[in-house]
C-alpha cells in the first residue's frame, strides 16, 4: 500500500514536468547551473538551468555535465526580450539539437519563440507578472504558467502580490499554476496548494544552498537579511531594457542613487568596471550578481533576494533545504484535512 503521506503534495504538475514534489528551481541566470539543478531534481523537485544570454557552448557544457548527475527531466531558462536575437537563436538551436525537454521562458511573451520550441515538443513554462501576459503566454502555446509576485527576488516583472496573481490567473486557465515570490518554506507550499496553484518556484531559497553557484558573500548576506533589507529598484538595468526592476538587498548603491522605482535610462548610466569574472568585467549598475568565480567590490552589485529571505537562516545542501519545505507542507496540509475530518458531522 502506498503511504498517504508520500502522495499528499502530488499535483498534477509532477506528472507532466517528471518531478515528485510540486517544487521547481527558478531559472536564476548564472546561480542555477547544473550543480543547483541537479540537486534540485535529484531530491524530487524540478531543476532548471538559468542560462539567460550565455554562450552554446555553456549551455552545451551545462546540459551535459546536468544529465551526468541526474536522469530526471529539467528545464532551460532563457529570457528572450533581453536576448540579442542572433544569440537567442543560436542558444534556442543548441537546446533543441541537444533534446532539452522543455524551456522556461520570462519577461515579455515572444509568441514565435513559444511556437518554434513547441514545434519541436518541448515543454513550455513561462513565468508572467500580469493576468493579461498570462492569457498571452496560454494563446501561444504555453503548458505552465508561473506567476511571479512583487515579492519576488531578482527581475520583477509585475507588481501584484504572488497570491493575489495566482488566484486571479486560476480563474481564467486550466493550465497549472505555479506560485513564485516570497516562497522559502513549507507554509508557503501548502498555502499555495490551498489556494488551488500546482506548485512553487522558489529561488531565494536555493541561491542559499551549498550547489548554489552564488559567492558565498551573496549566500551570507541573504542569511543576514529579512524582507524589510530588499528594495524594488531599477538602479541595476545595464544589459536589460530600460525600467526593469530588479528586488536585491538594499546596499551602497541603492542607498546612494534611488532604492525605489525611477525609471533609470541604461543608455545614461556610466560603465566602471567594479568586478571581474575571470577576465570579463562586471559594471557597477549592471545585472550581474557575484558568483563563486567574482572578484571585486561585491557589496555594490545586485544582491538579489526575495522577501522571504527573513526564513532564511542557514545555507545547507539544496535537498536539505527542499525536503524541510516538503516536510513542512506535508504536515500543515495533515494536520488541516485532521480539523476539517473533525468538523464532519
Keep these: 500500500m ?136 496560454e494563446e501561444a502555446g504555453a503548458d505552465v504558467i508561473i506567476a511571479q509576485g512583487v515579492e519576488a527576488g531578482g527581475h520583477v516583472h509585475g507588481r501584484s502580490p504572488a497570491f493575489r496573481l495566482a488566484g486571479q490567473i486560476l480563474q481564467q486557465t486550466d493550465l497549472p499554476v505555479v506560485v513564485s515570490g516570497g516562497i522559502a518554506t513549507g507554509e508557503g507550499l501548502a498555502a499555495a496548494l490551498a489556494l488551488g496553484a500546482d506548485g512553487v518556484q522558489c529561488g531565494t531559497a536555493f541561491l542559499a544552498t551549498e550547489e548554489s553557484f552564488a559567492h558565498p558573500y551573496h549566500k551570507s548576506r541573504i542569511v543576514e537579511a529579512t524582507g524589510d533589507d530588499t528594495v524594488l529598484t531599477d538602479i541595476f538595468v545595464l544589459n536589460w531594457p530600460k525600467g526593469a526592476a530588479v528586488r536585491v538587498i538594499a546596499n551602497s548603491v541603492t542607498g546612494e542613487l534611488g532604492g525605489e522605482y525611477l525609471g533609470h535610462d541604461p543608455d545614461s548610466l556610466p560603465h566602471v568596471t567594479i568586478a571581474f569574472d575571470g577576465d570579463q568585467p562586471r559594471l557597477r549598475f549592471s545585472t550581474d550578481s557575484p558568483l563563486r568565480t567574482t572578484t571585486g567590490d561585491l557589496e555594490a552589485m545586485a544582491l538579489y533576494a526575495g522577501q522571504g529571505a527573513g526564513a532564511i537562516t542557514d545555507i545547507p545542501p539544496a535537498a536539505a533545504r527542499l525536503a524541510d519545505m516538503v516536510a513542512q507542507a506535508r504536515r500543515i496540509r495533515e494536520s488541516a484535512a485532521r480539523r476539517d475530518f473533525g468538523a464532519l458531522p
Design 2 to 137: 502506498t503511504d498517504r503521506r508520500e502522495t499528499s503534495l502530488r499535483t498534477p504538475l509532477c506528472a507532466l514536468l517528471g518531478c515528485d514534489h510540486p517544487v521547481l528551481l527558478a531559472g536564476m541566470g548564472g546561480v542555477s547551473r547544473w550543480e543547483l539543478a541537479a540537486a534540485v531534481a535529484n531530491a524530487g523537485g524540478y531543476g532548471i538551468l538559468g542560462m539567460v544570454r550565455e554562450s552554446p557552448a555553456l549551455i552545451a557544457a551545462e546540459v551535459a555535465a546536468l544529465r551526468a548527475a541526474t536522469d530526471r527531466p529539467f528545464a532551460v531558462n532563457l529570457i528572450p526580450a533581453a536576448t540579442e536575437p542572433g544569440l537567442l537563436d543560436a542558444q534556442i538551436a543548441c537546446c533543441l539539437d541537444l533534446g532539452v525537454p522543455a524551456f522556461s521562458f520570462f519577461w515579455d511573451v515572444m509568441p514565435d519563440v513559444v511556437a518554434r520550441v513547441k514545434r519541436a515538443g518541448c515543454l513550455v513554462l513561462h513565468q508572467v507578472g500580469t493576468v493579461e501576459a498570462a492569457r498571452i503566454a
